[in-house]
Protein backbone atom coordinates (compact mmCIF):
# COMPACT_ATOMS: atom_id res chain seq x y z
CA UNK A 1 0.00 0.00 0.00
CA UNK A 2 1.23 3.46 -1.09
CA UNK A 3 1.88 5.69 1.55
CA UNK A 4 1.16 9.77 2.08
CA UNK A 5 3.10 11.41 -0.68
CA UNK A 6 3.76 14.75 -1.20
CA UNK A 7 5.43 16.98 -3.81
CA UNK A 8 7.47 18.78 -4.51
CA UNK A 9 9.81 17.26 -1.83
CA UNK A 10 11.45 20.65 -1.88
CA UNK A 11 10.80 24.58 -2.84
CA UNK A 12 13.33 27.50 -3.18
CA UNK A 13 11.19 30.68 -3.77
CA UNK A 14 11.30 34.31 -3.49
CA UNK A 15 9.39 36.72 -1.39
CA UNK A 16 6.00 37.61 -2.72
CA UNK A 17 5.85 34.57 -5.21
CA UNK A 18 3.37 32.15 -5.34
CA UNK A 19 3.56 27.64 -4.00
CA UNK A 20 1.60 25.16 -4.19
CA UNK A 21 2.06 22.48 -2.38
CA UNK A 22 0.28 19.07 -3.34
CA UNK A 23 -0.73 15.86 -1.00
CA UNK A 24 -1.83 12.49 -1.95
CA UNK A 25 -3.55 10.76 0.90
CA UNK A 26 -3.34 6.98 1.44
CA UNK A 27 -5.77 5.78 -0.82
CA UNK A 28 -9.70 5.53 1.13
CA UNK A 29 -8.45 7.65 4.20
CA UNK A 30 -11.35 10.17 4.33
CA UNK A 31 -9.17 12.53 7.15
CA UNK A 32 -6.27 14.69 5.26
CA UNK A 33 -4.62 17.07 7.86
CA UNK A 34 -1.93 20.20 6.98
CA UNK A 35 0.61 20.65 9.72
CA UNK A 36 3.66 22.75 9.09
CA UNK A 37 7.26 22.67 11.30
CA UNK A 38 8.95 25.88 11.70
CA UNK A 39 12.79 25.52 12.60
CA UNK A 40 13.86 24.60 15.99
CA UNK A 41 10.06 24.46 16.77
CA UNK A 42 7.21 22.01 17.29
CA UNK A 43 4.91 20.47 14.40
CA UNK A 44 1.46 22.95 14.44
CA UNK A 45 -1.80 22.25 13.06
CA UNK A 46 -2.74 24.18 9.84
CA UNK A 47 -6.31 22.64 9.15
CA UNK A 48 -8.30 19.02 8.69
CA UNK A 49 -10.26 17.93 5.84
CA UNK A 50 -13.35 15.29 6.26
CA UNK A 51 -13.35 14.01 2.18
CA UNK A 52 -13.40 17.64 0.61
CA UNK A 53 -15.06 19.57 3.62
CA UNK A 54 -12.96 21.99 5.51
CA UNK A 55 -13.77 20.47 9.18
CA UNK A 56 -11.11 22.77 11.44
CA UNK A 57 -9.15 25.53 9.57
CA UNK A 58 -8.42 27.17 13.06
CA UNK A 59 -4.86 26.63 12.21
CA UNK A 60 -4.36 28.82 9.26
CA UNK A 61 -2.00 31.53 10.31
CA UNK A 62 -3.48 33.94 7.69
CA UNK A 63 -5.30 34.03 4.63
CA UNK A 64 -2.63 33.97 2.28
CA UNK A 65 -3.18 30.69 2.69
CA UNK A 66 -5.43 28.10 1.00
CA UNK A 67 -6.32 24.57 0.99
CA UNK A 68 -8.22 22.93 -1.20
CA UNK A 69 -9.45 18.96 -1.43
CA UNK A 70 -11.92 19.13 -4.77
CA UNK A 71 -13.23 15.56 -5.00
CA UNK A 72 -11.93 14.75 -1.29
CA UNK A 73 -8.98 13.26 -2.59
CA UNK A 74 -5.42 14.78 -3.15
CA UNK A 75 -5.33 18.32 -1.59
CA UNK A 76 -3.41 21.06 -2.73
CA UNK A 77 -2.07 24.01 0.28
CA UNK A 78 -1.24 27.23 -1.50
CA UNK A 79 0.57 30.23 -0.36
CA UNK A 80 0.15 32.93 -2.36
CA UNK A 81 2.43 35.89 -1.63
CA UNK A 82 4.94 33.76 0.29
CA UNK A 83 6.80 36.03 3.03
CA UNK A 84 10.03 34.92 4.57
CA UNK A 85 8.43 33.12 8.04
CA UNK A 86 6.33 30.88 5.90
CA UNK A 87 9.83 28.71 5.58
CA UNK A 88 9.39 25.40 6.83
CA UNK A 89 8.46 21.94 6.58
CA UNK A 90 4.92 21.76 5.12
CA UNK A 91 3.47 17.80 6.26
CA UNK A 92 0.39 16.39 5.46
CA UNK A 93 -1.06 13.02 7.19
CA UNK A 94 -4.38 10.95 6.76
CA UNK A 95 -6.19 8.45 8.40
CA UNK A 96 -9.24 6.40 8.20
CA UNK A 97 -12.79 8.01 9.65
CA UNK A 98 -13.52 3.93 10.47
CA UNK A 99 -11.11 3.84 13.45
CA UNK A 100 -12.25 7.11 15.13
CA UNK A 101 -10.96 5.63 19.09
CA UNK A 102 -7.73 4.66 17.47
CA UNK A 103 -7.22 7.19 15.01
CA UNK A 104 -3.26 6.69 13.51
CA UNK A 105 -2.21 9.48 11.33
CA UNK A 106 -0.12 8.63 8.72
CA UNK A 107 2.32 11.32 7.62
CA UNK A 108 3.81 12.37 4.47
CA UNK A 109 8.05 13.11 4.11
CA UNK A 110 6.81 16.65 3.59
CA UNK A 111 7.60 19.58 1.78
CA UNK A 112 10.81 21.75 2.55
CA UNK A 113 9.95 25.02 1.89
CA UNK A 114 12.25 28.01 1.94
CA UNK A 115 11.41 31.59 0.83
CA UNK A 116 14.11 34.07 0.43
CA UNK B 1 2.03 29.03 25.17
CA UNK B 2 3.28 25.52 24.45
CA UNK B 3 0.65 23.16 25.82
CA UNK B 4 3.50 20.20 24.65
CA UNK B 5 6.72 20.10 26.30
CA UNK B 6 9.38 18.28 26.25
CA UNK B 7 12.11 19.73 27.74
CA UNK B 8 15.13 17.69 26.77
CA UNK B 9 16.51 18.41 23.20
CA UNK B 10 18.62 15.79 23.09
CA UNK B 11 19.19 12.61 24.85
CA UNK B 12 22.36 10.18 24.45
CA UNK B 13 22.51 6.46 25.71
CA UNK B 14 24.65 3.25 25.51
CA UNK B 15 23.21 0.98 23.26
CA UNK B 16 21.39 -1.70 25.15
CA UNK B 17 20.61 0.30 27.80
CA UNK B 18 17.23 2.04 28.48
CA UNK B 19 15.94 4.98 26.98
CA UNK B 20 14.02 7.44 29.02
CA UNK B 21 11.88 10.37 26.83
CA UNK B 22 9.57 12.97 28.74
CA UNK B 23 6.80 14.44 28.12
CA UNK B 24 4.35 17.20 30.13
CA UNK B 25 1.04 18.88 29.11
CA UNK B 26 -0.92 21.73 30.63
CA UNK B 27 -4.18 20.70 30.51
CA UNK B 28 -6.03 18.39 32.67
CA UNK B 29 -8.64 17.90 30.12
CA UNK B 30 -6.64 16.17 27.60
CA UNK B 31 -6.93 12.49 26.90
CA UNK B 32 -4.95 10.67 24.09
CA UNK B 33 -1.23 10.91 23.93
CA UNK B 34 0.88 9.47 21.04
CA UNK B 35 4.37 8.88 20.65
CA UNK B 36 5.70 9.85 16.84
CA UNK B 37 9.37 8.88 15.96
CA UNK B 38 10.92 10.75 12.53
CA UNK B 39 14.03 10.37 10.53
CA UNK B 40 15.62 13.00 8.84
CA UNK B 41 14.26 14.05 5.65
CA UNK B 42 11.29 11.67 6.52
CA UNK B 43 7.76 12.38 8.44
CA UNK B 44 6.96 11.42 11.18
CA UNK B 45 5.77 8.06 12.08
CA UNK B 46 3.65 7.01 14.81
CA UNK B 47 4.72 4.75 17.79
CA UNK B 48 2.62 4.02 20.02
CA UNK B 49 -0.22 5.43 21.87
CA UNK B 50 -2.19 5.88 25.57
CA UNK B 51 -5.35 6.98 26.34
CA UNK B 52 -6.60 8.46 29.86
CA UNK B 53 -8.09 5.60 31.21
CA UNK B 54 -4.85 3.62 31.39
CA UNK B 55 -1.49 4.60 32.85
CA UNK B 56 0.77 2.45 30.92
CA UNK B 57 0.81 0.95 27.56
CA UNK B 58 3.44 -1.62 25.81
CA UNK B 59 4.37 -2.43 22.52
CA UNK B 60 7.29 -4.51 22.27
CA UNK B 61 10.40 -2.70 23.47
CA UNK B 62 8.39 0.22 24.13
CA UNK B 63 6.29 1.04 26.71
CA UNK B 64 4.14 4.76 27.19
CA UNK B 65 3.62 5.53 31.10
CA UNK B 66 0.95 8.33 31.86
CA UNK B 67 1.13 10.09 35.01
CA UNK B 68 -2.10 12.06 34.94
CA UNK B 69 -1.91 13.98 38.14
CA UNK B 70 1.12 14.79 37.52
CA UNK B 71 0.05 15.53 33.55
CA UNK B 72 3.20 13.66 32.41
CA UNK B 73 4.18 10.87 30.45
CA UNK B 74 7.28 9.27 29.12
CA UNK B 75 8.32 6.87 26.42
CA UNK B 76 10.60 3.53 27.61
CA UNK B 77 12.80 1.83 24.87
CA UNK B 78 14.37 -1.14 26.23
CA UNK B 79 17.01 -2.07 25.18
CA UNK B 80 17.77 0.65 22.75
CA UNK B 81 19.20 0.28 19.75
CA UNK B 82 21.22 2.20 17.52
CA UNK B 83 18.41 2.06 15.18
CA UNK B 84 16.26 4.01 17.17
CA UNK B 85 18.26 6.76 16.87
CA UNK B 86 15.65 9.66 15.72
CA UNK B 87 13.61 12.78 17.09
CA UNK B 88 10.61 11.52 19.09
CA UNK B 89 7.93 13.61 19.22
CA UNK B 90 5.04 13.68 21.72
CA UNK B 91 1.90 14.66 21.08
CA UNK B 92 -2.00 14.97 22.19
CA UNK B 93 -5.41 14.87 20.60
CA UNK B 94 -7.59 17.53 22.35
CA UNK B 95 -10.42 16.64 20.37
CA UNK B 96 -11.09 13.18 21.65
CA UNK B 97 -12.10 10.21 18.75
CA UNK B 98 -10.13 12.64 16.35
CA UNK B 99 -9.40 15.87 15.08
CA UNK B 100 -5.52 17.68 14.84
CA UNK B 101 -2.63 16.77 17.57
CA UNK B 102 -0.44 18.88 19.68
CA UNK B 103 2.89 18.27 19.13
CA UNK B 104 5.98 19.12 21.73
CA UNK B 105 9.05 20.48 19.91
CA UNK B 106 10.82 16.73 19.91
CA UNK B 107 14.03 14.88 21.80
CA UNK B 108 16.46 13.41 19.41
CA UNK B 109 17.70 10.11 20.59
CA UNK B 110 21.35 9.10 19.94
CA UNK B 111 21.60 5.31 20.80
CA UNK B 112 25.43 4.63 20.41
CA UNK B 113 26.61 1.21 19.54
Known amino acids: EAGVTQFPSHSVIEKGQTVTLRCDPISGHDNLYWYRRVMGKEIKFLLHFVKESKQDESGMPNNRFLAERTGGTYSTLKVQPAELEDSGVYFCASSQVEEPLRETQYFGPGTRLLVL | DQQVKQNSPSLSVQEGRISILNCDYTNSMFDYFLWYKKYPAEGPTFLIS?????DKNEDGRFTVFLNKSAKHLSLHIVPSQPGDSAVYFCAVRPGGSQGNLIFGKGTKLSVKP
Open chain 2, 50 to 54: ISSIK
